[in-house]
């Protein structure tokens, strides 16, 4: 492979890295090494994306799977050391001590063979963490000495850490304010440097004042109304120096949305004349989308539409449109929120919601009135600006009949190979304490057959305590004590959407039905014995409901079971459990 053909695959790769969009980054790392499997470059940004996001075990998982282990190359080294830096991070209790040790050790290696001072910043670092005040400042010192600006950000960063872990704040903070003038400085790089700068001062008993140097891009979700009949051009100029006015005082480093006709492509058109490029969420149909929401509204808009589409990143999501609901573009909505959210999350900022609304409460599952609604129920930031005209006519809103649910699937690996006596153990302690974390959730519906269980929640939240409840009720040790094979240990799936009540004559029994349930069940083959995994639409959900307890780390985009396609996946946690 050539040169050229590396640098054409690792472009938009830091393109993503430099905004904030991690899981872009990833996803477009992995893809490239698709075409080329024995690019490290490649191999190593997919790795690093994973771990600048917090997926610190997902990451260190396709570390090794990638066989980036024991490759001689300082940088691939240095990701090892990071990676048993970020883990000791995440770890509570004996065994933290243990594993920051040995990422110190990996650090100073690199640093005694190159004497690269982003390598001994960190084992100053975390010397110091580990109780070693004066040998901390000693290497610390060593670093500084032996500084060379290059320049960048993180040369301006790296010598501002080592004059802190040196007790030199002055000079310390002089560096920061050089490392935040710099260009290159991204929001990833920036949220790196914070979460490691708190830990020294936390370890130095100093305020965090300073981080303010180095504040996070924000994130913003906008919403608005579609044209009404009194649309106007001199009323559209308003609106759009409105537009222009809160974009340059909140300035936005990413943008999330849909596209529709109005309010929608004013705020993508204004983003993209500031150089943000937005992230345009949409159903999976574009050319529906359109139909509805964009054509019916003049060929103006469509040319606009289209023009705003080819500038801009675009996530369809895979649902369809039904015929008595509009909760396909509900969904579009909560998912365009839900990835703000994580990705301010992510890079340690904020978001703000940009709605251009008339006011009106909603009425309905969709609208303006019901983003609104949804992000200030999350705790998010709003900014409005009023909406000047009548707003588009609308049919009364029905009822939906596709209730929005949570969706659990689990299975049993190797449950297949069961004999009779351990089929007669298995359905003794280990089903009951099954049914016991079912039934302690109030399911809606459930059901099972062998190895598999099917459970739906009207809440998120007990349908993560129940996939917790699961496999705690079918741990190694458990499953031991009863006599059973260690390889029962549950793969468990979550997904969220709308579902269909139906009757199932078979059975006579009143079910539910939908593509939600399908994908669960698909999701599932894929989930690593031990953990749950979550569709980016549960996610998305666990975002939009703060104090939930509960986090979800990017796992990369993942191949479901038969032929489902190569979706978006998320390891789900508890807030305060390791990563």
Known sequence: MSGGDHEDRLRPILDFEARGLLFSAHDAAMAALGEAPEDRGLAYHAVLALARSGATAPAL?????????????????????????DSAFATTGPNRRGLLARACDLYLAVWRELRLGYHGVNAATLTLLLGDREGAAQLARDVAAAHRDQGDYWSAATLAEALLVAGETRPAVAALEIAAARPDGDAAMRATTRRQLRRVLAALDLSEDLLAILPAPLTLHFCGHLPGPDWDAGGEARLTASIATALDQERPGAAFGALAAGADILVAEALLRRGVRPTIVLPVSVEGFSARSVAPFGEGWVRRFEACLAASDVTLIDEPPFATDDLDLT??????????????????????????????????????????????????????????????????????????????????????????????????????????????????YRNAWGDAVQVVFGDIAAAARCAFGLRAALTPAKLAAAG????????????????????????????????????????????????????????????????????????????????????????????????
Request: with cysteine; hydrophobic share 50%.
């Open 61 to 85: 998982a396709l570390f090794h799977r990638l066989g980036l282990h024991g490759v001689a190359d300082p940088e691939i080294a240095a990701l090892e050391a990071r990676l048993a830096k």
């Open 484 to 579: 059973l094979p260690e390889a029962l240990v549950p793969r468990l799936a979550l997904d969220f959407g709308p579902l269909l009540p139906v009757c199932d004559a078979v059975q006579g029994v009143a079910k539910f039905a939908g593509r939600v349930m399908t994908r669960a069940a698909r999701v599932e083959p894929v989930t690593p014995p031990g953990h749950v995994f979550a569709t980016e639409a549960f996610a998305c959900e666990v975002a939009l409901r703060p104090g939930s307890g509960l986090a979800c780390d990017y796992s990369g985009r993942i191949a479901a079971a038969k032929g489902f396609g190569i979706l978006p996946l998320y390891a789900l946690r508890r807030e305060d459990d390791e990563t």
């Open 331 to 444: 969904l579009v909505s909560r998912r365009a929120m839900g990835l703000a959210l994580l990705r301010a999350r992510h890079i340690e900022g904020s978001a703000l919601q940009l709605a251009l609304w008339d006011g009106v409460p909603a009425t309905g599952m969709a609208g303006t009135a019901r983003d609104v609604a949804g992000w200030q129920a999350a705790g998010g930031r709003l900014r409005h600006l009023a909406w000047p005209w009548t707003r588009a006519a609308a049919a009364a809103p029905a009822a939906p009949s596709r209730p929005l649910k949570a969706v659990l699937f689990g299975d049993l690996p190797r449950f297949g190979l069961l004999d009779d006596a351990a089929l007669a153990a298995f359905y003794g302690t280990p089903m009951a304490a099954m049914g016991a974390a079912i039934d302690a959730e109030s399911p809606d």
